[in-house]
């Protein structure tokens, strides 16, 4: 996928570059960790721009399967951006986004700045 690593609060964060193939399985989750792992990073960040609108149509199950990996390995991920204009009004989506912004294995944020202060409020 490509991507660069950043220090934020102290935490390793591997940033996918915002261009390239949408995932499509929980392979690609996997793929995507392998590579941030081997870079020291303790949790990724993804521009929404690169996820595809099938990501934010939860009927494809693929950001479902997609995040879980993430939980599953262990891994921090943080999807950042606005939701596609077509998918903001999307009452199942938006209670998703809600729970995962609950916990801490996923989050939802609209920029890094947002990224680095629930970073900071956390201490991921």
């Known amino acids: 996928m490509g991507g660069v690593v950043h ?3 102290g ?3 591997y940033e996918c570059a915002a261009d390239g193939p949408a995932p499509t399985s929980d392979r690609d989750a996997i793929d995507l960790m392998s590579e941030a792992g081997g870079h020291g990073a303790l949790l990724v960040a993804i521009p929404a721009a690169r996820l595809g609108a099938g990501f934010f149509d939860l009927r494809t ?3 479902g399967e997609f995040l879980q990996k993430f939980v599953t390995y262990g891994m921090r991920v943080a999807i950042v951006g606005d939701v596609p204009a077509e998918h ?3 009452t199942s989506l938006l209670s998703f986004i ?3 912004n609950r916990g801490n294995d ?3 944020v ?3 700045a947002e990224l680095e202060q ?3 409020e956390r201490r991921v």
């Open 106 to 108: 996923i989050w939802f």
């Open 118 to 120: 629930r970073l900071a």
């Open 110 to 112: 609209s920029d890094r």
């Open 61 to 63: 199950r693929i950001a």
């Open 88 to 90: 903001a009004a999307s």
């Open 7 to 9: 220090h934020l609060c």
């Open 11 to 13: 935490v390793r964060v």
């Open 98 to 100: 809600r729970e995962c």
